[in-house]
């Protein structure tokens, strides 16, 4: 199994451009989530799914979207890029909610708002 | 509301050192704990986990913490690190139930003097 895989890596992007960070688990998992880590703090929640076709906010859902269309993936849609952006986001999944059980987290992606 | 306290930014320990790292949380009820471990450039990765029963939890890599109600403190213990070691930890509570939420700490970021 990958576990979780997120892509890419690493972006740059200018003010007011968009994109989308996608997110993939192969392990079957009902929970999705998004979070965003800004440097010396704690992981924020952004959103959250609890199976295909349902997502709700989470802490910071401003700026974001999210869909689920498949149980595999979890996309995130930034549509006006903004430099308050800038931070690096990690996906993660669990088989329960997430408050009670293990998440399996991504190796994050690096976006640089510019 | 839940809340987390990792009161150490950063700790330095020499190889071969004792290690603990301080946890406290804020939780009505009995709460789900969890310790993370980022490695540089990678995801979270999940250490040890309490959620009832035995107090002293015992995880992967040879780490331990202890669940103490009175104290509302849940601390993670290595009785010798490695260099291996040297990362960012992340204690994290979940509520009992089928809440989605997982409140992270800001973190403790180790370094391991050779």
């Known amino acids: 199994n990958a576990g979780v895989t997120q892509t890419p890596k690493f972006r740059i992007l200018k003010i007011g451009q968009s994109m989308t960070l996608q997110c993939t688990q192969d392990?079957?998992?009902?929970?999705m989530y998004w979070y965003r880590q800004d440097p010396g703090m704690g992981l924020k929640l952004i959103y959250y799914?609890?199976?295909?076709?349902?997502?709700d906010k989470g802490e910071v859902p401003n700026g974001y979207n999210v869909s689920r269309s498949t149980t595999e993936d979890f996309p995130l849609r930034l549509e006006l890029a903004a430099p308050s952006q800038t931070s690096v986001y990690f996906c993660?999944?669990?088989?329960?909610?997430?408050?009670?059980?293990?998440?399996?987290f991504g190796p994050g992606t690096r976006l640089l708002v510019l | 509301a839940q809340s987390v306290t990792q009161p150490d930014i950063h700790i330095t320990v020499s190889e071969g050192a004792s290690l603990e790292l301080r946890c406290n949380y804020s939780?009505?009820?009995?709460?789900?704990l969890f310790w993370y471990v980022q490695s540089p450039g990678q995801g979270l990765q999940l250490l040890l986990k309490?959620?009832?029963?035995?107090?002293l939890v015992q995880g992967i890599k040879g780490f331990e913490a202890e669940f103490k109600r009175s104290q509302s403190s849940f601390n993670l213990r290595k009785p010798s690190v490695h260099w291996s070691d040297a990362a960012e930890y992340f204690c994290?509570?979940?509520?009992?139930?089928?809440?989605?939420?997982?409140?992270f700490g800001s973190g403790t970021r180790l370094l391991v003097r050779p």
């Open positions: 392990m079957n998992h009902n929970y």
């Open positions: 994290a509570v979940g509520a009992g139930d089928s809440s989605y939420k997982l409140i």
């Open positions: 993660a999944s669990s088989l329960l909610a997430g408050g009670r059980e293990t998440q399996y």
């Open positions: 309490y959620f009832s029963g035995d107090t």
């Open positions: 799914s609890v199976g295909a076709g349902i997502t």
């Open positions: 939780y009505g009820a009995t709460p789900y």
